[in-house]
């Protein structure tokens, strides 16, 4: 049963390349500089952009919370 | 910062919080020995349930300072400070990388303290000092920086009609009588009332400003464009880089602060602990992210601040919302009473942490080891009243050289993050590496802020030092040969095992 399974986030390496790459989307290094600024909502398009990726950081790092990492709970839930 | 809006009505509301603040302490200790065990003082018994845990976690990464401070800071910078979204967001990472794993050894063997861990972890008497010494220093800043923020805030508040020196000690009084009283459940239950103010002042708070800038964000965003398109501009490549460099810094950091890793040994359970953590994932664009829109919406509401001037700018907003009718006046001044409830919530969660370690790490590991716990929960009670006294008389006494060394926290507390982190997953990392590695990492970090070169090309000296440090720690265990039997003790030490 998966629920038995001892799932600890640091031994799955897909989580933390995961982690990187939205890293990599959030910071704007690789929009061009200067130049016209488009705006999405008030925000320029490049901070926009930023924005969604940390938005998408925090829903990744929630979900990893609630769903990656069991270690001893099912057996503290017995013991309780 | 200089409120018209409030006078007696402020000081109404102040002493309302602090009578709510000394009950809640009142009731967390009461009928209970909390004195007699470091675990029931330090950690609320090990037994914080989801609300509790939740709400100290949040008190305590966000301080009144992330509004104050962090609004001027979105007006200066302009877009560029969305970071601050994702820098506290990146925490969350951080935790997930040690928490899971030092919560489960921490119930185990019962730690009260991260230099438990350490020194369970590396038997060193000189790793220990040097990580003792490290986070107490960051810690006593991060203390002291919060002290001072009471005052300004209170005396903001006021209008003056509290004087700041008077306002720092009746609040430091406060804190201090329920800390005493009722330890960490009085933290954290003083953390819950701290952080739903906080929360709410926020939301309305931006409400307000948007409607007075005409209820539209577009509007905000083309005016910088027109006035100041710095502001609105892809950041150039250093600011890219000193982005990526506070990520790391922040997130490490944050996570290894002392009173944050007490926070895991503090959880009731593995199930409360990821679900708080869950949550805490999405506080970010509800606090950091909204002040950033404050800060921006400032841009337009008054413009062409200097950056001393702007420093006032959450307390000049504040006073144009009150204007708006009554409702917004009230919660304008409920929401700056919070402000220093809040600042009270993260110097409360700082000071019982200073508190543990010169009681269990100090007191009960170099001093006194075989004294009874009551007399090491009374020892730590009675340093962090005689530090916070210290650290008022620095405050109000700043030294007229090497002020900088009192403002170092993340860059020499990330310096522990290595044998914290390290020492959980990697059994041949030894103690004599570990030690070179903090230190000197520590030293490149220290010297670096002291002699002004903060950042090299848009990287901090604690980033610079972190990586220093791990290669030392991790290239030196590489040629330190570990016996089989020191192999097998790192592996029993590491385990996930529920039962000593």
Not at chain 2, 112 to 125: G, L
Not at chain 2, 259 to 271: C, D, F, G, L, M
Request: aromatic share 12%.
């Amino acid at each position: 049963m998966e629920n038995n399974e001892v799932r600890e986030p640091i031994k799955k390496k897909w989580i933390w390349i995961g982690v990187v790459l939205i890293m990599l989307a959030i910071v704007p290094w690789y929009f061009p500089k200067g130049g016209e600024v488009t705006f999405v909502l008030g925000f320029p398009a490049w901070a926009f952009v930023s924005l969604m990726f940390s938005l998408v950081l925090c829903g990744y790092l929630s979900w990893l919370c609630a769903t990656q990492w069991n270690i001893v709970e099912d057996l503290e839930e017995e013991e309780k | 910062m200089d409120l018209a809006f409030s006078g007696a009505d402020g000081v109404i509301i102040l002493v309302s919080y602090a009578l709510v603040m000394l009950l809640i302490g009142y009731l967390s200790g009461r009928g209970k020995n909390l004195q007699n065990s470091l675990s029931d003082y330090f950690l609320a018994g090990k037994n914080l349930g989801i609300i509790a845990l939740f709400f100290t976690l949040y008190a305590t990464q966000y301080s009144g300072n992330t509004i104050v401070g962090y609004a001027p800071t979105a007006y200066r910078m302009g877009f560029g400070w969305l970071q601050s979204i994702s820098f506290m967001t990146i925490i969350i990472a951080a935790y997930l990388l040690f928490a899971p794993r030092l919560y489960v050894i921490s119930k185990r063997m019962n730690f009260v303290t991260p230099t438990d861990w350490i020194h369970y972890r590396f038997k060193s008497n000189p790793v220990t000092i040097l990580a003792v010494i490290l986070m107490l220093w960051g810690l006593g800043n991060y203390l002291l920086e919060q002290l001072v923020a009471i005052g300004q805030a209170v005396s903001g508040l006021t209008g003056g009609t509290i004087p700041y020196q008077f306002a720092v000690i009746a609040f430091v009084l406060v804190m201090l009588a329920y800390e005493w009283m009722g330890g960490m459940k009085a933290v954290a239950f003083t953390d819950v009332m701290q952080g739903v103010v906080l929360m709410l002042g926020i939301i309305v708070f931006l409400a307000g400003s948007l409607y007075l800038v005409g209820g539209n964000f577009g509007n905000v965003g083309a005016f910088i464009a027109e006035n100041e398109p710095a502001k609105v501009g892809v950041p150039p490549m250093d600011a890219a880089v000193n982005w990526f460099s506070i990520l790391i810094l922040v997130g490490f950091g944050a996570a290894i602060y002392p009173h944050a890793v007490q926070r895991i040994y503090s959880a009731q359970s593995e199930k409360t602990l990821k679900k708080s953590l869950s949550r805490m994932a999405w506080m970010p664009p509800l606090t950091t992210g909204l002040v950033f829109v404050i800060g921006i919406i400032g841009i337009m509401m008054f413009p062409g601040l200097t950056s001393g001037e702007s420093e006032q700018l959450v307390g000049m907003m504040a006073n144009e919302i009150a204007g708006i009718n009554a409702f917004y006046y009230w919660i304008m001044i409920i929401f700056f009473g919070g402000i220093v409830a809040a600042i009270v919530s993260t110097a409360d969660s700082v000071l019982l942490s200073f508190s543990s370690m010169l009681s269990n790490d100090i007191y009960g590991r170099f001093v006194n080891p075989t004294a009874t716990e009551h007399k090491k929960v009374m020892v730590g009670k009675v340093g962090g009243i005689i530090a916070v006294a210290a650290l008022l008389w620095l405050a109000w006494n700043p030294p007229a050289t090497l002020y900088e060394i009192f403002v170092l926290k993340f860059e020499l507390l990330v310096q522990v993050a290595p044998a914290i982190i390290l020492g959980l997953y990697w059994k041949r990392l030894s103690a004599k590496p570990v030690f070179w590695g903090m230190l000197i990492g520590a030293l490149i970090a220290g010297l670096m802020t002291l002699t002004g070169f903060k950042t090299v090309f848009g990287i901090h000296g604690g980033v610079i030092g972190l990586l220093v440090n791990v290669s030392i720690a991790g290239v030196g265990s590489l040629f330190v040969t570990t016996s089989a039997k020191e192999e097998s003790e790192a592996e029993e030490m590491t385990s996930l095992k529920v039962e000593a």
